[in-house]
């Protein structure tokens, strides 16, 4: 089934029908599991390091049993390495603890594309404070600067509409006035 946002809406549990490659394991922080789903006519899932270990797609409602590979480690994966693909459009389900320093910066309904950072981590023995500190020090020079270059500004803008305004009036002092008789 297709594994388009409305149809996720519409059809309960539809990325346990598809079609899925789960890999799960352990991290520094705990428990992870990525799990590939694919998506109506999907080619296949690839996963760059089981190279032909694993079979897709072999047929819309194949409902063979369920395949599990125990796989040794393999070399550590950097951030944005890339883990494998599809041949058509699908989703990735990412699971995964983490400490309590780990702040995601993602929305509702958000897409995510390959390299985008899911959030970060504070290290919870850092102490950022200098850091905090020092940006509020800039900030407050910025603000102040701002604060003057506008008051100067004012202050130019008032000086200009008061020469313009003399100038006017000694302009007008100068027109010649005629009187009419009728």
Request: with cysteine; aromatic share 8%.
């Amino acid at each position: 089934m297709s594994v388009n946002p409305s149809v996720c809406k519409l059809v309960r549990n539809v990325l346990t029908l598809n079609e899925r490659v789960l890999l799960s394991g352990i991290w520094e922080h705990g428990y992870f599991s990525y799990t590939a789903v694919g998506a109506t006519n999907v080619g296949s899932i690839k996963i760059n390091f089981l190279k032909d270990k694993i079979k897709t797609n072999k047929g819309f409602l194949s409902f063979e049993k369920d395949t599990e590979i125990a796989i040794e480690p393999v070399e550590e994966m950097e951030r944005g390495d890339m883990i494998g693909g599809f041949n058509f459009g699908s989703t990735i389900v990412l699971m995964f603890e983490a400490p309590k320093s780990f702040k995601f910066n993602l929305t509702v309904d958000k897409t995510i594309r390959l390299g985008d950072s899911l959030g970060w981590m504070v290290e919870e023995d850092s102490d950022v404070t200098p850091l905090v500190d020092e940006l509020k020090e800039t900030l407050n020079h910025v603000v102040q600067t701002l604060a003057e270059q506008t008051d100067q500004l004012i202050t130019t803008v008032d000086d200009v509409i008061d020469a313009g305004v003399e100038q006017l009036a000694a302009c007008s002092r100068q027109i010649p006035t005629r009187k009419y008789q009728y």
